[in-house]
């Protein structure tokens, strides 16, 4: 009996469906982006060898958040909902208010010596606290400088502080008038790194 022929498999298109089956896999395929918070670290000290100075306990906004979402707020349970008014009366404070932080006078372009606050936020997170917990406590602190900002501005210079951003560089004295804005009100959030702080899992 004579041997059949086997027929050679033309793999000439091969090539062919891989690369459509890899160009289909990249255009259904999600891929994964990182997401985060704009921060503006500030310069290191100049001087790394004295220990900074100590920060008296009344220019502190003690914000923490345990595992079960819960803010400790000085003190105090607070929902999430009054965090923004709480911070922005601590962060505007009152210059005759020896409960509310110090001020110390500060040379402002634009404004000549100014009283600024000493306040600094200080954010102390658990390990299991929620990431969209961490968003909102940090949405809600940036709001109440932004809100205090657009006030100082306004007052000061007629717009907003949304309008200023939005015409950075378009003037000298837009940009000083930007820069003395957040002089006035400077954005100090100190994040601890997460730890145990309350709460269960």
Do not use: C, H, W
């Amino acid at each position: 009996m004579a041997k059949r022929e086997i027929s050679e498999i033309n793999a000439g298109s091969m090539a062919d469906i891989a690369f459509l089956l890899l160009i289909f896999f990249l255009v259904t395929t999600t891929m994964d982006t990182d997401t985060g918070l704009i921060r503006k670290l500030p310069p290191p000290p100049e001087d790394l060898t004295e220990p900074p100075p100590p920060i008296k306990q009344r220019n502190i906004f003690e914000i923490l958040v345990n595992a079960n979402d819960q803010l400790l707020v000085e003190g105090e349970y607070m929902q999430i909902t009054e965090l923004r008014e709480k911070a922005k009366e601590f962060i505007k404070s009152d210059v005759g208010n020896p409960n509310m932080p110090e001020f110390k006078e500060e040379q402002i372009d634009g404004l000549g010596l100014y009283p600024v606050s000493k306040q600094i936020i200080s954010l102390q997170n658990d390990n299991g606290t929620s990431y969209d917990m961490y968003i909102k406590v940090q949405n809600e602190l940036v709001a109440a400088y932004n809100e205090l900002r657009n006030e100082f501005a306004q007052q000061k210079f007629g717009k907003t502080y949304q309008e200023l951003l939005q015409q950075a560089g378009a003037s000298e004295a837009v940009e000083q008038q930007l820069d003395a804005v957040k002089k006035v009100y400077p954005q100090r959030i100190s994040e601890a790194e997460p730890k145990k702080v309350g709460g269960t899992n």
